[in-house]
């Protein structure tokens, strides 16, 4: 997603492009606006000439009605989402309704294809509730049910066309009918053509019932939430079609069949319209959940908060890793967008045509292009505003809110740097920027701060110690997993010391600062060591699987005394 830019700062060719856009917009939206009105009109055509024919009010209401809700909730998501093929087919629902009641009464001929293509709504309706709310079909066998529907529907017409006589078998409709001029069999063939429908269209049903229930079962989170109404109402429909079917089949009159089905699937649309409201309460939540992390959340705090406001546990914020050439998620994992599956969409940030982040989340969500717009503002507020934070805090200020008292420094330092400066020449920028991006996150993972990050070093402050080493260990640990350029390998050497610095306005100051630093420089790439203060503040809290071995007395440069060191090993951390 392109951050929009102002006018004034386009050039002629972009904004001429940036004009045609919005014309094409404004132009599918009348031409969308223009067809609503003409299938609006079909449909209360519809119930006129069925009322003009005699039909009763129980019978031509709801031919107009239903057929009008159809058409409108499919303009309205049409609207909002016009790539989106539901709207459009919820759309054509109506029409074919209402269309097929004007032909027949515009043509007594046509009731022969009344007759045939009486399934059509039905089918559309199948395709809506496997492939909401995306517009594609889910799965495999959610493709291979409707290809066969299809197929069945195809062959079933054809044989309806040649064997139907509607004056005798469409008692609920005739008079006034004209003879079926296509058909060539005798009328008694017709009742076994009706029953393989009919047994067809109940299968149908069952099976598409089996697989909305299958996908809604799977789903979780804001999937669910979007599905149930939808499939909710899908579901009755397919309840009360497979009960009708089966009453008809047995030979029983119930010439109010087609009224109650069209009753019934007026709960989609319904369905559709709770799904609206619970999406724009998606967003309310949305925007209390970035309010309650403050002015400058952090990427990770962010990833919780949608993830518990959307109901969506595998919500994924990725930041852009120019080093990895690709997207990161927290645990410094490449994000491969190019391989999600139809139930998971991604949405890409760029900042000045580069990319910055991308945000992957339930397809459910583009049920609603302003919920997905509020999650992006959203993800680039904070990601905008952890830079900024970053790069204050690189400059030596924002030291307000840094801890006071008794505090673990981390100090890190990448080991050779002059030589990989060699190796990587203009690619060692990227390792830098992964560098710093793997340190703040690491911070913000770890309850600490990063009061200075400038080139190939790091400078953390944590308030409890064991946070301070779980950061070390877990930043040796992303080193690690991180995936660098021309297969260069970066290995950082950490200190870590306790103490009682002061603080003033331009940051921390003391002796324990210059101790810190000199732990560091004791130690190897890939290496933690810690001071006596800080072992001794973990006797009894270390955690399982970390140990603190002994390195003796060392000579620290600038310490008048020599200080007991201890090195931090763990499986993997030499």
């Given at each position: 997603?392109?951050?929009?830019?102002?006018?004034?700062?386009?050039?002629?060719?972009?904004?001429?492009?940036?004009?045609?856009?919005?014309?094409?917009?404004?132009?599918?939206?009348?031409?969308?606006?223009?067809?609503?009105?003409?299938?609006?009109?079909?449909?209360?055509?519809?119930?006129?000439?069925?009322?003009?024919?005699?039909?009763?009010?129980?019978?031509?209401?709801?031919?107009?009605?239903?057929?009008?809700?159809?058409?409108?909730?499919?303009?309205?998501?049409?609207?909002?989402?016009?790539?989106?093929?539901?709207?459009?087919?919820?759309?054509?629902?109506?029409?074919?309704?209402?269309?097929?009641?004007?032909?027949?009464?515009?043509?007594?001929?046509?009731?022969?294809?009344?007759?045939?293509?009486?399934?059509?709504?039905?089918?559309?309706?199948?395709?809506?509730?496997?492939?909401?709310?995306?517009?594609?079909?889910?799965?495999?066998?959610?493709?291979?049910?409707?290809?066969?529907?299809?197929?069945?529907?195809?062959?079933?017409?054809?044989?309806?066309?040649?064997?139907?006589?509607?004056?005798?078998?469409?008692?609920?409709?005739?008079?006034?009918?004209?003879?079926?001029?296509?058909?060539?069999?005798?009328?008694?063939?017709?009742?076994?053509?009706?029953?393989?429908?009919?047994?067809?269209?109940?299968?149908?049903?069952?099976?598409?019932?089996?697989?909305?229930?299958?996908?809604?079962?799977?789903?979780?989170?804001?999937?669910?939430?979007?599905?149930?109404?939808?499939?909710?109402?899908?579901?009755?429909?397919?309840?009360?079609?497979?009960?009708?079917?089966?009453?008809?089949?047995?030979?029983?009159?119930?010439?109010?069949?087609?009224?109650?089905?069209?009753?019934?699937?007026?709960?989609?649309?319904?369905?559709?319209?709770?799904?609206?409201?619970?999406?724009?309460?998606?967003?309310?939540?949305?925007?209390?959940?970035?309010?309650?992390?403050?002015?400058?959340?952090?990427?990770?705090?962010?990833?919780?908060?949608?993830?518990?406001?959307?109901?969506?546990?595998?919500?994924?914020?990725?930041?852009?890793?120019?080093?990895?050439?690709?997207?990161?998620?927290?645990?410094?994992?490449?994000?491969?967008?190019?391989?999600?599956?139809?139930?998971?969409?991604?949405?890409?940030?760029?900042?000045?045509?580069?990319?910055?982040?991308?945000?992957?989340?339930?397809?459910?969500?583009?049920?609603?292009?302003?919920?997905?717009?509020?999650?992006?503002?959203a993800v680039r507020f904070s990601v905008e505003a952890?830079?900024?934070?970053?790069?204050?805090?690189?400059?030596?200020?924002?030291?307000?809110?840094?801890?006071?008292?008794?505090?673990?420094?981390?100090?890190?330092?990448?080991?050779?740097?002059?030589?990989?400066?060699?190796?990587?020449?203009?690619?060692?920028?990227?390792?830098?920027?992964?560098?710093?991006?793997?340190?703040?996150?690491?911070?913000?993972?770890?309850?600490?701060?990063?009061?200075?990050?400038?080139?190939?070093?790091?400078?953390?402050?944590?308030?409890?110690?064991?946070?301070?080493?779980?950061?070390?260990?877990?930043?040796?640990?992303?080193?690690?997993?991180?995936?660098?350029?021309?297969?260069?390998?970066?290995?950082?050497?950490?200190?870590?010391?306790?103490?009682?610095p002061e603080l003033t306005t331009d940051g921390?100051?003391?002796?324990?600062?210059?101790?810190?630093?000199?732990?560091?420089?004791?130690?190897?790439?890939?290496?933690?060591?810690?001071?006596?203060?800080?072992?001794?503040?973990?006797?009894?809290?270390?955690?399982?699987?970390?140990?603190?071995?002994?390195?003796?007395?060392?000579?620290?440069?600038?310490?008048?005394?020599?200080?007991?060191?201890?090195?931090?090993?763990?499986?993997?951390?030499?």
């Amino acid at each position: 997603m392109i951050p929009v830019r102002t006018r004034k700062g386009l050039d002629r060719h972009t904004r001429h492009a940036h004009d045609a856009r919005i014309v094409d917009v404004r132009a599918s939206a009348r031409l969308l606006t223009i067809g609503w009105v003409a299938a609006f009109a079909l449909c209360v055509s519809a119930s006129a000439l069925s009322a003009a024919h005699g039909r009763p009010p129980q019978i031509f209401l709801p031919v107009g009605v239903s057929s009008a809700i159809y058409v409108t909730s499919g303009w309205l998501m049409a609207r909002r989402r016009p790539d989106n093929r539901i709207g459009y087919l919820l759309m054509l629902v109506g029409v074919v309704y209402a269309g097929l009641v004007v032909l027949r009464y515009l043509s007594y001929e046509a009731e022969v294809l009344n007759v045939a293509l009486s399934p059509i709504p039905a089918i559309l309706l199948a395709y809506v509730l496997l492939a909401y709310p995306s517009g594609s079909l889910a799965g495999r066998a959610e493709r291979i049910a409707i290809a066969a529907i299809a197929t069945a529907f195809v062959v079933l017409t054809v044989a309806t066309i040649l064997t139907v006589e509607p004056e005798l078998h469409g008692t609920s409709r005739c008079p006034p009918c004209a003879p079926n001029p296509f058909r060539i069999t005798d009328t008694s063939v017709f009742p076994f053509v009706n029953t393989l429908s009919g047994l067809a269209q109940v299968g149908a049903a069952a099976v598409v019932s089996v697989l909305a229930i299958r996908r809604w079962v799977r789903a979780q989170g804001t999937a669910r939430r979007v599905l149930a109404p939808v499939l909710f109402g899908g579901l009755v429909t397919a309840a009360g079609f497979i009960v009708t079917s089966l009453i008809l089949l047995t030979g029983i009159e119930f010439d109010l069949a087609g009224q109650l089905m069209l009753v019934l699937q007026v709960l989609v649309p319904i369905g559709l319209a709770v799904t609206f409201v619970r999406v724009y309460a998606a967003r309310g939540a949305v925007a209390r959940g970035v309010i309650q992390l403050g002015a400058s959340p952090s990427t990770e705090a962010l990833e919780g908060a949608l993830r518990k406001a959307l109901h969506d546990p595998s919500l994924i914020v990725a930041r852009w890793s120019g080093t990895a050439g690709g997207y990161l998620d927290r645990e410094g994992h490449r994000v491969e967008l190019d391989e999600i599956g139809v139930d998971r969409s991604a949405v890409r940030l760029e900042r000045d045509g580069q990319p910055l982040a991308a945000i992957l989340h339930d397809s459910a969500l583009e049920v609603d292009p302003g919920l997905v717009g509020t999650v992006v503002d959203a993800v680039r507020f904070s990601v905008e505003a952890t830079d900024l934070r970053d790069d204050l805090r690189a400059r030596g200020g924002d030291v307000a809110g840094l801890p006071r008292g008794e505090v673990t420094f981390l100090f890190g330092d990448l080991e050779g740097s002059t030589e990989l400066l060699t190796r990587l020449g203009d690619a060692y920028v990227d390792v830098l920027v992964e560098l710093r991006r793997i340190v703040r996150e690491v911070a913000e993972a770890n309850h600490g701060r990063v009061v200075d990050a400038r080139a190939d070093e790091c400078f953390l402050v944590f308030a409890k110690p064991l946070n301070a080493l779980e950061a070390a260990v877990d930043l040796q640990r992303r080193l690690n997993a991180a995936t660098w350029p021309n297969g260069v390998e970066p290995r950082m050497r950490i200190g870590l010391h306790l103490g009682t610095p002061e603080l003033t306005t331009d940051g921390y100051v003391g002796l324990d600062v210059h101790r810190a630093a000199r732990v560091m420089s004791t130690a190897h790439g890939g290496q933690v060591v810690a001071s006596a203060p800080l072992a001794l503040a973990l006797t009894g809290h270390l955690p399982e699987g970390l140990t603190l071995s002994p390195l003796g007395y060392q000579t620290l440069k600038g310490i008048p005394e020599p200080e007991f060191l201890y090195r931090v090993a763990t499986s993997g951390l030499g």
